[in-house]
């Protein structure tokens, strides 16, 4: 059967691969969504993540070892029980229903609102405003109605204070929200009437298929009254071909102190090639960070940056943000390599404000981008959110993306729905409360659930979270109907205490099931000891293929940081990729513990990154990444691992003479070529730019052809072994359906990483349903065209044509 695809190809190849230029074809990365295409006749699930074995009665309940006593658990009121405590209600609800929009008393309404919300919380105020049906009719996210009962107490500037602390409001103080369209069609005219009430109309997102909006405090302060102020948002969410309206994903980066002493460069050798000379002279470095760049001014006078850094914003502006932590990543590679230019980009946490951060990396002929945030929110698989704009950039614009991988890993926790009383979940024994601890003076939830990430999820869940006097503190229950924008989450932030103890509980509504898996971060708190689960924590778009992932060490033990995130992805893919030393001393950070976090470890990487740029120009970003893969101390288990990637950055000793593309370490010898497939993963009915189809990632090692040219290959044939003709010629090879990355081979033993491969559903329509195909990998050695070596073949591998 192997044997399929050497017949198919020894005609096209040398026609096909010996014009195609040195650098990887441009495959349009993923994101999963449904579509006609092709799917396996036989398909296999990923294997589902570990979860939490439930508590048992009598077993410790610890927090950083110490244990506590969870409170007595008093979930919020039913429906039915609101009903019996405001006799006036359920004859108000039935009225609401069968009311048109513009009959609606919303004055009415939030008086029921803020009654409710004052003497039940905003457990109860969900319960309300979700299981009545009521937000479904008005179309608005709940998180926009909860807002509102600041109104009456501290005004608009509660609102926005409120609204700041969730991460819901922008750089321009507008309330971010996203629309779902029933079209892109519809865009034009629905721009037109948000423009006409005053809304800010932003980015079409179009693998989610919404635009993004603002709605501006200041249009907020125009009206008078709380029932008009719901009026004018109802509006918004009604605009004819809007189907469906929510809040935003936020991002967030976060401070850890612990441990250390030394200095980073010493520790992985980049101070050699200072000495060397390489110092990063030509580069140009971007830091991009959504906490903010407080003091760059001060640090630039200080010479802890250089005198020409440039940002997206007046820097006299940036000087004054909430934050610096941007600013200490800054640092962290000025350190490294002084003579960089450094280019310093703040966003909002809005997708919008992510898009004009990436266009000023672009406009400035960034060559390096050193992130450290992300989201916990979504399915982590590379195919969601920030994941697929970071792979979109980095195939526009070949752009070396490097990501810290989050600080997760005591903040997360996954369980198997255990409905008991009511629905809520139990973690063991009648428990019904999850203990975490917090570590700053705030905290976010995120629920995130194996639902469907392409939109139009139908099951529900929603959690509360008390303190331990038993006061509510935060909840979350955004209503799960099957609109096109509804996503398996549940977000919310809350003021917290250092050192406090707080609790969550998860309820589940319609369509839940004992199949689902709740997946659960406390973003700068840490779970009980018992409920940690470390893997499956890095954070998005740390998990995006084309992104070098980076997990934190101590500075001398090359002993894994505790709270460094851990993969794998949730599709097994391998993550981090590579780990690298924190805690530089920066200033205004503790001594005792610098500027910590995977933020501290993956801008040395950026550094790194940028000290090989400088000795070897002609190397591309998949390259130099290659070339610091390779490189790295393996940690932990043998080869690749889920905590530490390939293992500790360390700079080999430097070639000199710069710029000779030479290997700076002594290779193994050999003297046959080989290919070895190390990893590959499938994924059907994926989308990316806007098209769905088959996306294939995979790994692979060659060795013995160092600077010769190699071809990663996924090719199509029908039943009988023969090519299948293409509709589009940037999809053919060999005179079939397929797709090919070209690459050319650095050292005596490379690995590949993360090759992806793609192949639209376009490419097979007008094939019969049920249709039976076959595809295949294969690496060949193109350095002598006139006789292929077929260094890996794979096995054919069936599959089917089908309608979604």
Known sequence: MRQRLLVLVLVALVAVLALAPVSAQEQPPPTATPGFGVRPVNPTSTPMPPVVTPIRPGDPRTIRGTEIAPPTFDPPPTLEELFEQYPDLQPFVEEFEAAVLEDIDFSELYTRIVTIFDEQGGAGLAVFLTDTGIMEKLGLPVSYLDLLTEYDETGLEGVAELARERGIINAADELVGYLALESEEVLPEVTEVLTGLGVSVYDYLPNTEEVEIGVPLAILAQYQTPGTLIEYLVTIANVPGVVGFRGPVPSAVTDVNFQIESVNGDYVNTDDWNKSGFTG?????????????????????????????????????MEFMFSDHGTACAIVIHRVVPDADLFVAYYDGSDSSFFDALEFFADNDVQIVSYSGGSSVGPRDGTWGQAVYVNEFVEETGILWVNSAGNEALSHTMWQYNPGEEGWHDFGGGEYWLPFIANSYGAMIALNWNGNWNGREDAFFRFTVQDEAGNEVGFASEPKSGRRNDFPFQFTAFETEPGETYYLAIQGGDNATTDHVLDIFTTRADVADWAVV??????????????????ALGRESDR?????????????????????????????????????????????????????????PDLSQEEVRAFLLENAVDLGDRGEDPQFGVGRL?????????????????????????????????QFGVRAFGEVGMQVTMSFQVDNLEGEDVAAVLVFTDQNGDAIPSPDENYEIFGSIGAYQVFTVLYDSSVFSDVVLFAPDYLFEGMRVGTELFYQLAIIDLSDTENLNFLYVSDPVEIQIVER
């Open 650 to 682: 360390d700079m080999p000793a430097p070639d000199a003479g710069g710029g000779g593309g030479g290997r700076a370490f002594d290779p193994p010898s050999g003297s046959d070529p080989t290919a070895e497939m190390l990893d590959t993963n499938v």
């Open 534 to 551: 470390p893997g499956y924590s890095v954070s998005i778009p740390g998990d995006a293929s084309s992104s070098l992932t980076v997990a």
């Open 281 to 317: 002279q030509g580069l140009r470095i971007g830091v991009l960070d959504v906490g903010g760049f407080a003091g760059v001014v001060s640090m630039i006078d200080a010479g802890e940056l250089p005198e020409d850094t440039v940002g997206n914003y007046d820097l006299e502006d």
């Open 560 to 616: 894994l940081e505790t709270y460094s995130s851990q993969g794998p992805r949730m599709d097994g893919s391998l993550k981090p990729d590579i780990a690298a030393p924190t805690g530089e001393q920066i200033p205004g950070y503790d001594t005792r513990f610098g500027f910590n976090g995977t933020s501290g470890a993956a801008p040395l990487v950026a550094a790194a990154a940028a000290l090989v740029m400088e000795a070897y």
